[in-house]
């Protein structure tokens, strides 16, 4: 029988995208520019290679070596696109940036020749058809991400790469049709910018230029191509980074190393001198312990506490089974005498026959007494029906009562109703790094935080307050609240959205610094540095 593998599921689309935009953020400048000193000569010559074939009427000539000389740009840009997705991944793993020697370089150049000049007309066929895009996309860029010149082996990357495009398939087509979406926002900005600049250029300054002079010739179809491989330049690095994290924590299923990352940002070395002064302690308070220690006393039980026992547990019921069966004299029916459930049937039968003799004697009175031949004088003989059938209504009435008795009692002893209610959140533990401001409402995070301060416990009660702030300004939208992102990503986020309102901003940074100080810099607090902090976060609330 076959073992269930079970894959844990990978982050959401938008995160994944706001992720990417966020490493790129952070990426050094010589990332980038190993991006586009692969990408912009491809392009360039792509564009030209365009013009020069729609337009000179002798590009046929040159067809064999302008094909050749863009085929060997596109290796150039593959393999400085490998390298620009390594520096990615060593900069998200926390690992120092690779060395490359033309040794690795050519690895590369081999390893993407062979893995991608497949791409050049799968992509176009399933771009056509639609439904194999997503998977062949994936693949590609998973071969550019995993053919960086370390596996040995063109198998070997080839394995990796489509062992990470099997991974996670609806997040991948969420990407991407997020990410084609965003691409048309992106095309037709490029359109309006470079179509109105030089229109404001003739407005401002009087400068007149091709695309002033004659609209309708300057749009053709290469300035539709320029404007494809601009926003192909804009958008394919995003990708690239999308696809960087993909592999990343598609490989850490197996290997762990997003672990090993988280781990590498919060470790900090221990000096040897602190491990023997630990040890040395450790050493010592052992020997004294041993040295001080009292010596054990003699255990055992004294024989008469051992003889009561052992009575006492074989007169117990499980023991006495084996013992003689005493005797059960009965009790005489005359000696009998009557419990109290004997006593009260005996008082409901009595109550009985005083109620029916009681009914007899009204019914006596009513129709009178007749002796024993009054049946056989004329006229007589039907009151005896009559009785018969007053008994018979006073059964039914009884019977009523006794029904309405019981379905009343029956009302008294119903079940109360359900309570509806509704389960507590459990307050968070502030002490942990892993609290995060969603967890609570920022009313709930203010209350938290008055708490702490009415117990003393100044620095969990900035905290609170820091993530109420948090909480008040993601439910208006101001930033958007995320696991890796720092204190200061925030700031600038809000400076960003929030840029209509300086006040907010300046008091946001000002409440960041004292947090920093406080609560990564173990610095100490004062009541009257809280109260200013707390003021602080009512001036958000307020603005």
């Not at 991948?172 to 049709?177: F, K, R």
């Not at 459930?341 to 009178?368: C, M, P, T």
């Amino acid at each position: 029988m076959k073992r269930k593998v079970h894959v844990r599921e990978g982050p959401g689309a938008l995160e994944l995208l706001e992720e990417a935009v966020h490493l790129l953020r952070r990426a050094p400048a010589g990332t980038l520019l190993a991006y586009y000193l692969g990408a912009l000569p491809f392009v360039l010559a792509a564009l030209f290679f365009w013009s020069d074939l729609s337009r000179d009427s002798a590009a046929a000539d040159r067809l064999l070596p302008a094909s050749l000389g863009l085929a060997l740009l596109f290796v150039w840009m593959k393999t400085w696109q490998t390298v620009f997705a390594r520096c990615l991944r060593a900069q998200l793993a926390g690992e120092p940036m690779p060395r490359w020697n033309f040794s690795r370089l050519l690895r590369v150049a081999l390893t993407q020749t062979v893995l991608q000049f497949t791409g050049l007309i799968l992509l176009p066929l399933a771009a056509v058809i639609l439904l194999p895009f997503g998977w062949l996309y994936s693949f590609y860029q998973s071969a550019t991400v995993m053919g960086d010149g370390e596996t040995p082996g063109l198998r070997l990357a080839f394995t990796a790469a489509w062992r990470q495009c099997k991974l996670w398939q609806l997040q991948n087509h969420y990407v991407l049709a997020t990410t084609k979406l965003f691409g048309w926002f992106v095309f037709a900005n490029l359109i309006m910018a470079t179509l109105g600049v030089p229109q404001l250029l003739k407005m401002f300054f009087g400068i007149e230029t091709f695309f002033t002079q004659s609209m309708s010739s300057a749009v053709n179809t290469t300035f539709l191509a320029a404007m494809i491989g601009l926003t192909w330049l804009c958008l394919d690095p995003l990708l690239k980074a999308v696809y960087v994290l993909r592999c990343f924590y598609g490989a850490s299923l197996q290997s762990g190393e997003d672990l090993r990352a988280d781990l590498r940002r919060f470790r900090a070395p221990v000096p040897a001198a602190a491990l023997l002064v630990l040890g040395l302690g450790l050493f010592a308070a052992d020997f004294s312990r041993a040295a001080t220690a009292p010596p054990a006393a003699p255990t055992g039980v004294a024989p008469p506490e051992l003889n009561q026992s052992i009575e006492k547990t074989i007169r117990q019921r499980e023991f006495t089974w084996r013992a003689p069966r005493e005797k059960i004299v009965k009790p005489k029916p005359e000696d009998k005498q009557d419990g109290w459930y004997d006593q009260q049937v005996k008082k409901f039968k009595q109550a009985v026959s005083n109620l029916i003799q009681s009914i007899d004697d009204f019914l006596k009175k009513i129709f009178g007494q007749r002796g024993a031949g009054s049946a056989r004088s004329g006229g007589a003989g039907w009151m005896t029906p009559v009785h018969a059938l007053l008994y018979v209504l006073i059964a039914v009435v009884m019977g009523a009562l006794v029904l309405l008795l019981i379905r009343v009692w029956r009302r008294r002893q119903a079940p109360p109703a359900a309570v509806s209610s509704e389960a507590i959140a459990p307050v968070p533990d502030l002490t942990q790094d892993d609290v995060a401001a969603d967890q609570l409402p920022d009313d709930e995070w203010l209350r938290l935080a008055r708490q702490l301060l009415e117990r003393g416990e100044l620095r969990l009660a900035l905290r609170a307050f820091y993530l109420s702030s948090l909480a008040h300004l993601a439910r208006r939208e101001l930033i958007l609240l995320a696991k890796f992102k720092s204190n200061r990503d925030y700031e600038r986020e809000l400076g960003r959205r929030g840029h209509a309102l300086p006040e907010l901003h300046a008091t946001f940074r000002q409440n960041i610094t004292t947090f920093d100080r406080v609560w990564y810099g173990r610095h100490e607090t004062t009541r009257e540095q809280l109260e200013d902090f707390a003021l602080n976060v009512e001036r958000i609330r307020a603005c």
